[in-house]
């Protein structure tokens, strides 16, 4: 399977002016690989848990070396749907039933989806031909701290997302097709559903463990990236 950094990378290195929606895990992961300055380059995109860790150690290195002010700026066309759990794929269809000029991809958790599968069949009913939906299928929540499991084992999502009506559903495990077929996927008439089987962060809680406080702005970025992602839409009415 591939990594965490590996998933992400492929998305924000090669969606272009795609809007890019995203649940908490992969919120973080594009803060580190697009840095301050914005864009994807420079971090490896290496397997497994050493690649990981080099992938993050460089995207920290690439971020702290940024402009300090207005580092908001970096997430100009991307929107996190934090605290919406759940509410991704949803923020996503609007968008891209709103923006049919502009792809949109929507970076979904497993247990963010299991909240709200209906919007499966939402978003099929609706077809938007611009939304690409993909599932990071790494089988836990809270990843990275509790590891805890989802409520079940091995869900099909690609199949689920084939039988609600997705125009194409398919999972991917290894890191070198998704880099091959994202681009093929991306230009695909929607919606489009990628299931991506993806390692599981290793766990950090343990004896002695304590969680720092996670600062305000991380609830309320959703609303300044909703201004960003306003004004930017702007510019496309002509």
């Known amino acids: 399977m591939m990594n965490i ?21 992969s919120m973080f992961i594009f803060d580190r690989i697009e840095g301050a300055d ?10 497994g848990k050493a690649g990981l860790v080099l992938g993050l150690a460089v995207a920290k290195v690439k971020q702290a070396l940024g402009p300090k002010e207005g580092a908001e700026v970096a997430t100009t066309g991307r929107i996190s749907s934090v605290p919406l759990m759940g509410g991704a794929a949803g923020l996503g269809l609007g968008l891209a039933l709103g923006q049919s000029a502009r792809r949109v991809i929507v970076v979904d958790g497993d247990s963010s989806l299991l909240m709200e599968l209906g919007v499966l069949a939402t978003a099929a009913s609706q077809r938007p031909g611009n939304l ?7 089988g836990t929540q809270f990843t990275g701290l509790a590891n805890m499991k989802i409520a079940t084992t091995d869900y099909q999502f690609a199949q689920v997302a084939a039988q609600s009506g ?8 290894d890191a070198a097709q998704w880099a091959d077929r994202f681009p093929v996927l991306l230009a695909m008439q929607g919606p489009v559903f990628v299931e991506l089987m993806v390692d599981p962060v290793p766990q950090q809680t343990r004896d002695g463990f ?3 406080e996670m600062p305000d702005r991380q609830f309320d970025r959703m609303g300044v990236e909703a201004l960003a992602l306003q ?8």
Not at 38 to 46: E, I
Not at 132 to 138: I, L
Not at 166 to 173: D, K, L, V
């Open 166 to 173: 997705y125009a194409h559903a398919e999972r991917i495990s």
């Open 132 to 138: 690409m939906h993909v599932v990071v299928h790494n």
């Open 5 to 25: 950094v590996q998933a992400c990378g492929v998305i924000a290195k090669g969606r272009g002016d795609a809007i890019v929606v995203s649940t908490m895990l």
């Open 38 to 47: 914005g864009r994807a380059n420079m971090v490896p995109l290496l397997g």
């Open 231 to 238: 004004a930017l839409l702007a510019q496309d009415t002509p």
């Open 210 to 212: 304590e969680q720092e």
